[in-house]
């Protein structure tokens, strides 16, 4: 059983161009997080998809934007990149949207670099 | 402001029981609060889940007073293998929000 996959793994692009991220979740669940951790913090919500909807989002610009696809797979989309969101990204997967009990599998994650 | 504060950093031998507390003054009603494990260049990893009094589980054991502003994670006769990054996760309405991580140093 798979767990959480995230492609590609490393990932070095500059100022201004466009980045996407993908994310598969583990096997069952249907709802999708995307995660911003910067080098020594801890992870930063972006947002999270269910049902192909954007349901919850923190404190991040319209630059960061995503898709959920009907296979429960999702895309994290950054525009016009800053040096500043170098970063690892992270995708975790769960269920029971809704519900207040939110146990979260993680992926490896993505490091992005901005030159 | 939502906010999660957590010591930065604490070392222990092998073998002794590690707690760990995280501060969550403005945990929404209905919120869990977990913790998760990290190493250098992977996901945080899954130890518990809780929401009030006390949950245990194989590997920790998580304690939760009335008032839900705190909670407490406790590792038991740690070993070197245990040396990483603890996170505690509380869900703030609308948002999600990660303490900023207690580094665990395990000596032999």
């Known amino acids: 059983d798979a767990g959480v996959t995230q492609s590609p793994t490393h990932l070095i692009k500059t100022r201004g161009q466009q980045v996407t991220l993908r994310c598969s979740p583990k096997?069952?669940?249907?709802?999708v997080s995307w995660y911003q951790q910067a080098l020594g913090q801890g992870p930063q919500f972006i947002f999270q998809?269910?049902?192909?909807?954007?349901?919850q989002r923190g404190n991040f610009p319209d630059r960061f934007s995503g898709h959920q696809f009907p296979n429960y797979s999702s895309e994290l989309n950054v525009n016009a990149l800053l040096l500043g969101d170098s970063a690892l990204y992270l995708c975790?997967?769960?269920?029971?949207?809704?519900?207040?009990?939110?146990?979260?599998?993680f992926g490896p994650g993505t490091r992005l670099t901005v030159l | 402001l939502a906010k999660t504060t957590q010591p930065i950093s604490m070392d222990s031998y092998e073998g002794q029981e590690v707690n760990i507390t995280c501060s969550h003054n403005n945990i929404a009603t209905n919120d869990y609060i977990t913790w998760y494990q990290q190493f250098p260049s992977q996901g945080p990893r899954f130890i518990i889940q809780?929401?009030?009094t006390k949950v245990t589980n194989e590997v920790a054991s998580l304690f939760i007073p009335a008032d839900r502003k705190s909670s407490t994670l406790s590792l038991p006769r740690v070993s070197l293998s245990d040396t990483a990054v603890y996170y505690c996760?509380?869900?703030?309405?609308?948002?999600?929000?990660f303490g900023p991580g207690t580094r665990l140093s395990v000596l032999p």
């Open positions: 809780g929401y009030k």
């Open positions: 096997s069952g669940h249907d709802t």
């Open positions: 998809y269910y049902e192909e909807e954007e349901r």
């Open positions: 975790a997967s769960s269920s029971l949207w809704g519900t207040p009990s939110h146990e979260q599998f």
């Open positions: 996760l509380v869900g703030y309405g609308q948002n999600f929000v």
